[in-house]
C-alpha cells in the first residue's frame, strides 16, 4: 500500500515566521510531488510542483526534495495569517494505468497575527 | 489552467436516494477524476472518467455504487447511488493541469450530508 504521511497539526507560526511543512512517502519510485493549498470549505488548490532533488522556489514558497529520504518539504516564508489552511502533499509515480497520485491527509497551518 | 464548474456545492439527502453530480470544465479534456475527501483524511480517488469508455474504478469504489457518465470532452457526472449515512463527505472532480505530471485542478466540491 503506498502511502503519504503528513502531521496532521496544527501547526503554530507567528506573522512573519518561518512555516515548515513535512512530508514522506513510501513508494520510492516516486516522480512527481506537489503541494496543495486547502482553504477551510473550499477546493485544493496547486501552490508548488517538484520533481528533481533540491530546493524550487516561487515567491515565498521553497519546495524541498530528498529522494534518498524519501522526503518532502514546503516553506513558507514571511508566514502571514492568510497562509492558514491545510496544506496536502501528494505524490504521482508511474502504474499499471498510469500515472497515479496519492494524496496525504494534510497538515492544518495557523498564523497568527 | 481549466475551469470547473462543479454543482450542487451542498446537499442533504434521505438514505437510500441517489444524488448526481455535475462537472463541467470549460476546455475539452481526456481525463476527469472523481474524488472523495471524507472529514479530516486525504483525497481519495473514486474513479477516472475518460470521454467513450466506461470509467476506471479504483479499489473499493465500484461502477452500481458510483456510475459515472463522460458524454462529452466537457462534461461528466458523478451518482452517489443508494446512499447511506457512510457516504457523507465532499465530493470533488478534477482535471490535470496541461500535459504531463503538472498537478490538478479541482472543482469547488459537493458537500454531501446524508441522513
Known amino acids: 500500500q503506498k502511502e503519504v504521511e503528513q502531521n496532521s497539526g496544527p501547526l503554530s507560526v507567528p506573522e512573519g515566521a518561518i512555516a515548515s511543512l513535512n512530508c514522506t512517502y513510501s513508494?520510492?519510485?516516486?516522480?512527481?510531488f506537489f503541494w496543495y493549498r486547502q482553504y477551510s470549505g473550499k477546493s485544493p488548490e496547486l501552490i508548488m510542483f517538484?520533481?528533481?532533488?533540491g530546493d524550487k522556489e516561487d515567491g515565498r514558497f521553497t519546495a524541498q526534495l530528498n529522494k534518498a529520504s524519501q522526503y518532502v518539504s514546503l516553506l513558507i516564508r514571511d508566514s502571514q495569517p492568510s497562509d492558514s489552511a491545510t496544506y496536502l502533499c501528494a505524490v504521482s509515480s508511474v502504474g499499471t494505468g498510469g500515472f497515479k497520485t496519492i494524496f496525504g491527509a494534510g497538515t492544518r497551518l495557523f498564523v497568527k497575527a | 489552467s481549466a475551469v470547473i464548474s462543479q454543482k450542487p456545492s451542498r446537499d442533504i439527502c434521505q438514505r437510500g436516494t441517489s444524488l448526481t453530480i455535475q462537472c463541467q470544465v470549460d476546455s475539452q479534456v481526456t481525463m476527469m477524476f472523481w474524488y472523495r475527501q471524507q472529514p479530516g483524511q486525504s483525497l481519495t480517488l473514486i474513479a477516472t472518467a475518460n470521454q467513450g469508455s466506461e470509467a476506471t474504478y479504483e479499489s473499493g469504489f465500484v461502477i452500481d455504487k458510483f456510475p459515472i457518465s463522460r458524454p462529452n470532452l466537457t462534461f461528466s457526472t458523478l451518482t452517489v447511488s443508494n446512499m447511506s449515512p457512510e457516504d457523507s463527505s465532499i465530493y470533488l472532480c478534477s482535471v490535470e493541469k496541461g500535459r504531463g505530471q503538472n498537478g490538478y485542478t479541482f472543482g469547488s466540491g459537493t458537500r454531501l450530508t446524508v441522513v
Open positions: 513508494d520510492r519510485g516516486s516522480q512527481s
Open positions: 517538484i520533481y528533481s532533488n
